[in-house]
């Protein structure tokens, strides 16, 4: 079986932190990769009070306020959708299918939070030109 590993490059969208307001992850530059997909981990040590909700946005600049929300004929498998309290404890997985250049996972706050305990990450695979380093 052939190592992938030099196929694929991690981007960390947020660091792990217990959030008491929703973060906005970086914008992801695709470019050089063909796929893109998004991981969500939602802790269950701290996951206390109200709702979010998980979307991924994309643009042709890096700036996120200038980003669109991602269709769904644009997500590979499910979208991502409502965080509530009871998700503590699950990982969510998503790929981006579309054209733009940039991406960037945006959760956004329905109800206020207490704290949540969460990391995101993005994982570029399938590139243009080999190795990646």
């Known amino acids: 079986m052939a190592d992938k590993s030099t196929e694929m490059k991690i981007v960390r969208l947020f660091d792990v932190n217990a959030f008491t ?7 992801i530059d695709r470019l050089g990769f063909e796929s893109l997909t998004i991981l969500l981990s939602l802790s ?21 306020a200038n980003m669109t929300d991602v269709p769904a004929s644009e997500y590979f498998g499910s979208t991502l959708g409502a965080l509530v309290p009871a998700d503590a404890g699950k990982d969510y997985k998503v790929s981006y299918r579309g054209s733009k250049r940039y991406v960037s996972l945006v ?27």
């Open 107 to 133: 959760i956004t706050e329905d109800t206020a939070w207490t704290s949540w305990l969460m990391s995101g990450y993005g994982l570029l695979s399938d590139p243009i030109k080999l190795p990646i380093a």
């Open 21 to 27: 307001n929703p973060p906005t992850s970086v914008a």
């Open 44 to 64: 269950t040590g701290v996951f206390i009070g109200g709702t979010g909700t998980a979307t991924l946005k994309h643009g042709d600049t890096s700036v996120v």
